[in-house]
């Protein structure tokens, strides 16, 4: 029992109405959370290079784009600033003024329903592009935690429901969840970027927040050669209080999602970053393969892997194809 030919697999696979009945995994717009580009400014609507179909956003026309977000059933966005000025200490990030604060009251203004996650980290507004502050050459995780702290903080009082720090700091989820508590911001989740890889595939996501630091960071970000690491961080920030946890990035790290998948209870996200985007647009642009059909397999598979929540610049074209 068991064998050829009373077993026959291709069975189940015979037509395409049987392989959907019996599909695993299914993808749906659910799954998705949609990153969104803003900066100062009137009447912007700028593609991103390095990312075809991605823009930066000045606030007046944020309306064409939630319009779109609402007519697709995307559940959820995770907002990325571009400041006006950086300085040494991140001063916009958490200014009641700065671009996501003004960003998050506009959207929910557009979109009371529309789950808002942000960014909440220093590499976008700091001179030397780190995600932390840089003493004598040094990252200083400590006073790097005050300015995380005071822009979840920020984030929480101009609406955000969820906060997201994704600079890899020893303590970032303590201090934050610490610092929502005290402002009575209690209510607000923590996505925590609790395994986040020093990886080659960020290119053009730096490219579009200007954040390439000088030098590495390899100091702070996770070495990919390491898969126990993932568990430990992950456990780490699961303790200090996160509500969510993230990997990134995602189709090159499935094994980690799922390995943090199985040793979690809490929901999982992964990022499924601008170079594996990009590298799928500029193979369908040459023709080389069917774009719809790379982006739902690769979706797909980091489902499958584990993950609750997939953050895709594909979003809106997925809604289009389901």
């Not at 959907?20 to 900066?39: C, G, K, N, Q, W």
């Not at 402002?183 to 080659?200: F, G, L, N, Q, R």
């Not at 969510?244 to 943090?260: E, G, N, T």
């Amino acid at each position: 029992m068991g064998f050829f030919p009373v077993t026959r697999p291709r069975r189940l696979r015979r037509t395409e109405v049987l392989r959907e009945h019996i599909a695993e995994t299914r993808l749906h717009m659910s799954d998705l959370m949609y990153p969104v580009f803003v900066v100062h400014g009137e009447n912007i609507k700028r593609e991103i290079t390095a990312m075809p179909n991605q823009y930066h956003w000045s606030l007046d026309l944020l309306p064409e784009l939630i319009d779109e977000i609402k007519k697709a059933g995307v559940l959820s966005i995770m907002l990325f600033g571009i400041p006006a000025c950086k300085d040494k200490y991140a001063s916009e990030n958490y200014a009641d003024d700065g671009i996501v604060q003004q960003a998050i009251a506009k959207i929910k203004a557009l979109h009371p329903q529309l789950i808002i996650a942000t960014d909440v980290c220093l590499c976008a507004y700091t001179e030397d592009g780190h995600c932390g502050i840089v003493h004598n050459n040094e990252i200083n995780n400590d006073q790097t935690l005050e300015i995380l702290q005071k822009t979840a903080v920020s984030h929480a009082k101009a609406g955000a429901d969820i906060v997201s720090p994704s600079g890899m700091m020893d303590g970032m989820i303590q201090a934050m969840r610490y610092a929502l508590d005290q402002e009575d911001y209690a209510e607000v989740a923590i996505m925590s970027y609790a395994v986040k890889y020093a990886s080659s595939f960020y290119g053009p996501f730096r490219s579009a927040c200007d954040s390439t630091p000088k030098g590495d960071r390899k100091s702070y970000q996770m070495d990919y050669r390491n898969k126990k690491e993932a568990l430990k961080e992950a456990q780490m920030d699961e303790d200090e209080g996160a509500d969510f946890l993230m990997i990134k990035p995602a189709l090159s790290y499935l094994d980690i999602i799922q390995d943090v998948k199985d040793n979690s209870t809490l929901p999982i996200a992964a990022y499924h970053v601008s170079g594996e985007y990009a590298m799928i647009k500029a193979a369908a642009e040459k023709g080389w393969i069917d774009e719809k059909g790379v982006t739902l397999e690769s979706l797909t598979a980091i489902k499958r892997a584990g993950a609750k929540i997939i953050l895709s610049y594909s979003a809106l074209d997925v809604a289009k194809w389901l």
